[in-house]
């Protein structure tokens, strides 16, 4: 931690963010990077790109043009944009030799994996070596077989050492491994009646089961794994969100948040503290919640939560405005990140970046408890390595069954331990300025009034983060009556964070097939709400978790339309129910009638 906070404070940052539409454009302005100067550089993809925006406030945002060709050859094109941004012309390891700088960690990715697009700009990013390595390391529900994992960690131990560089053990030169594809989330390991166990705390580690370094796995797509290493490299972290679902009592109580609301400001840290009550949850996050550093204590399975007070659908998990490094303690939560509808997957979806949570049933005291972990984090012990038990500080302390997703190099420090100096926006010929196209495009929507036309200046306006102003062409869209599925699409996010709820409720209305984010602010926004259109909710009902906003609403639909009416929308919702949310709405419909 200490070796990567005095490397960053060296690399100044250039005040703006550069938007790219392509793989080869995205390649080629990592490779303008130096020791001089470097930018976030995103994917042109929604919510991500202006999440990222809302929070980094650049004093420009550019969009490039196409460079307008083909990859020949990807692996060498990866390499030379990381080389580059060390001064190198060749290799990253010449480029730190010369600088007399050895790398800080290794990152790891397979050419065939859309998440080699993060792995560049880690390497680049962190100084770190680039490899690449085979891709067919499971997915989903699947949990790699013992001769799997030990052929995995065959296979990285045999790269690392055709590095040259020491690595075998903790505190000499690689410490780091980030791994930038996708895989199982679980494996077997060499101890059978422990298993499965997290991939993340496999890798890292020898045969025996010795670490020698700490580990952090990325995956997704290009333009997701770009954010989560642009989050990671570039973003303040001095604003925390914490919400304890735990009792105030026995081994719970360690695991509480203590003084923390207390001690946080010493350290130039902001903090928002959620009572654990599922109502608490809901007044905090209607309008979203904007956040650095999210803390949530809670228990469950990778399909529901469990509350102070009572259990909650995944669903009902906060909206982020900004993006937000997550601890999360609580069983099962990344078992299978990948299928969007769980735990893991909706925090993942809606902008967490770095996420520390388990993959199967850990027990309590596997995590480090809340006090611990931030004791460390301001310590500049990397996010990811303070989440982690060492040799001798706990049983957990081997391979186990917490997942760290994210960037394993990356502090949460106090504020300004890690300043680096900021320099004004650049414009180059290949970029255009987004604050000219927004410019344009609302002037085009007011002179020819349309859907479409409103629809481009609020998605345009909305990349820089400006949020009012998108209300303002909303509200011009509707008095030029030039509202539709387009602009209606366009202007939702910011309607929801700027609780606008009759605009909000408006432009809902004339969505055809609303997105599941987009009924997930739609419940955030109104769902509790006794005033809120009742058909709107019960047509938006979301799966696969239907009785938990059917519990909001059941009452309404009862007093309004009957007993009757509550048990055909049960019978409707029971045809394709499953597991848990089948049996509560099997009891629901009991209480209503049989």
């Known amino acids: 931690g200490s070796r990567s906070a005095q490397l960053q404070r060296r690399l100044p940052i250039v005040n703006q963010v550069v938007i790219v539409p392509d793989e080869a454009t995205y390649l080629d302005e990592i490779s303008r990077w130096s020791t001089l100067a470097r930018w976030p550089v995103l994917f042109d993809r929604e919510p991500f790109a202006s999440q990222f925006i809302r929070r980094f406030a650049p004093e420009q945002v550019w969009k490039r043009k196409s460079i307008g060709r083909n990859i020949k050859n990807k692996q060498e094109a990866m390499e ?100 930038c594809q996708t895989m199982a989330s679980r494996v077997d390991f060499i101890r059978p009646n422990d298993n499965p166990i997290a991939v993340s705390d496999v890798i890292g580690r020898d045969t025996t089961g010795k670490r020698f370094a700490w580990a952090g796995w990325v995956f997704g797509s290009g333009a997701k794994s770009t954010y989560i290493a642009m989050c990671s490299l570039f973003l303040p972290r001095d604003q925390y969100w914490f919400c304890n679902t735990y009792q105030d009592s026995g081994v719970w109580a360690k695991y509480g948040l203590g003084p923390i609301e207390q001690t946080l400001p010493n350290f130039g840290i902001e903090s928002v503290v959620v009572d654990g009550t599922l109502t608490a949850l809901k007044d905090a996050e209607v309008g979203g919640i904007s956040t650095d550093v999210t803390y949530f204590t809670t228990k469950g399975n990778p399909d529901f939560l469990d509350m102070a007070d009572e259990r909650t659908a995944p669903t009902w998990l906060p909206i982020l405005n900004t993006p937000s490094a997550l601890y999360f303690l609580h069983s099962w939560s990344l078992k299978n990140p990948s299928v969007h509808s769980t735990v893991g997957g909706i925090w993942l979806s809606r902008g967490v970046y770095a996420y520390v949570g388990a993959s199967h049933e850990p027990m309590l005291t596997a995590f480090v408890p809340p006090t611990e972990m931030l004791r460390k984090t301001m310590s500049l012990i990397p996010f990811l390595v303070a989440a982690r038990w060492a040799e001798g500080e706990s049983m957990s302390a081997k391979a186990w069954r917490l997942n760290t997703i994210g960037d394993p190099l990356m502090l949460c420090p106090p504020k300004n331990a890690v300043l680096r100096k900021i320099l004004p926006a650049e414009k180059h010929a290949e970029y255009q300025s987004v604050s000219s196209l927004a410019q344009d495009a609302m002037r085009g929507a007011i002179e020819s009034p349309s859907d479409e036309t409103f629809s481009i200046a609020i998605n345009t306006v909305k990349l820089l983060g400006r949020d009012a102003m998108c209300g303002e062409l909303w509200l011009a869209a509707t008095k030029s ?99 848990r949310n089948k049996r509560n709405l099997q009891r629901l419909r009991k209480e209503y009638g049989g």
């Open 80 to 179: 030379l944009a990381v080389a580059r941004a060390w001064d190198g012309e060749s290799s990253i390891e010449l480029a730190l030799t010369d600088l007399k700088l050895p790398p800080t960690g290794i990152v790891f990715t397979a050419i065939d994996d859309p998440a080699r697009l993060g792995a560049v700009a880690l390497a680049a990013g962190r100084g770190q070596l680039l490899k690449f390595m085979s891709s067919d390391w499971g997915s989903g529900q699947e949990i790699l077989s013992l001769a799997q994992t030990e052929k995995l960690i065959q296979e990285i131990d045999g790269i690392l050492k055709s590095s040259g560089v020491k690595y075998a053990d903790l505190g000499d030169t690689i410490d780091a491994i980030t791994i």
């Open 481 to 579: 009556d030039s509202t539709g599925q387009l602009t209606a699409r366009a202007a939702l996010p910011s309607l929801f964070r700027l609780q606008n709820i009759d605009a909000f409720l408006w432009a809902f209305s004339l969505l055809n097939q609303p997105t599941r984010l987009e009924q997930d602010m739609l419940w955030q926004l109104v769902g509790t709400r006794r005033d809120a259109p009742l058909q709107l909710l019960v047509d938006n009902v979301r799966k696969p978790y239907e009785f938990d906003d059917l519990m909001i609403i059941v009452d309404r639909i009862a007093t309004t339309r009957g007993s009757a009416a509550v048990k055909a929308i049960i019978d409707d919702k029971l045809s394709k129910a499953v597991g």
